[in-house]
């Protein structure tokens, strides 16, 4: 499978700095896994993640959503040219998580020259899907 990454060498822990002072490291999003085509990421079912209910709360999911496609799709091009920017957002919560960590996983289904849309999928610790995710991204020049 061809690497879809503007720079074919990154590894997963050149992903490490992007989280800092962000949304994702307050939620606790671990970066898992850089493959040729897609990302994988993981989130506590914690106190920073639940709802009142004592479920993972659906912005949780969006927010880890969010943060897989537009990684995703900022490493598909040439930041010192481009930015890539969510449009819209999508999410389908199917199955609750209560304790443990969620991972999830994206991939593009469409990668243009001003637009990129991802799936992302959200599953709980024994592959059962927790929300499903599509995210349109626009690629803007800087």
Not at 15 to 28: A, V
Not at 30 to 35: I, N, P, T, V
Not at 68 to 95: C, P, Q, Y
Not at 100 to 114: D, E, L, Q, W
Request: with cysteine.
């Amino acid at each position: 499978m061809a690497v879809i990454w503007f720079n074919p060498g990154i590894q997963v822990s050149d992903l490490l700095p992007l989280g800092k002072g962000t949304m994702g490291e307050h939620l606790g999003i671990e970066w898992e896994e850089l493959g040729p085509d897609f990302i994988k990421a993981s989130m506590p079912v914690d106190h920073r993640t639940k709802q009142p209910y004592g479920l993972l709360h659906g912005g949780a999911s969006v927010a880890l959503a969010e943060t897989l496609g537009s990684v995703g799709a900022a490493l598909t091009v040439d930041s010192a040219k481009f930015i890539a920017v969510g449009m819209e957002i999508n999410a389908n919560h199917i199955r609750s998580a209560r304790q443990g960590r969620v991972v999830g996983i994206t991939r593009p289904i469409h990668r243009g020259a001003s637009t990129q849309v991802w799936e992302i999928r959200i599953e709980d610790e024994q592959g059962k899907l927790i929300c499903i995710s599509r995210l349109t991204v626009a690629i803007r020049k800087i």
